[in-house]
């Protein structure tokens, strides 16, 4: 397992559902590793971080698609 904290993530908790990406990955005839779902979600917390720090450098506080 990923180590709780580790990098920037930028993440308080959860923000992808676990059991929604696992029945993505087998729909598509693939397995999981044990720590994919904390690296997928350090991955989206950067992402959004990123949305709203581009949002915030366009003087606006609303995040929109174009921010991502």
Known sequence: ?????????????????GSKVKALIKANKAKMAG???????CRVGCIVSSAVKRAQSNKR???????L
């Open 1 to 17: 397992m990923a180590k709780k904290g580790k990098g920037s993530c930028g993440s308080a908790g959860p923000l992808v559902v």
């Open 35 to 41: 720590d994919f779902i904390d690296a997928l979600n």
């Open 61 to 67: 506080t609303t995040v929109r698609p174009g921010d």
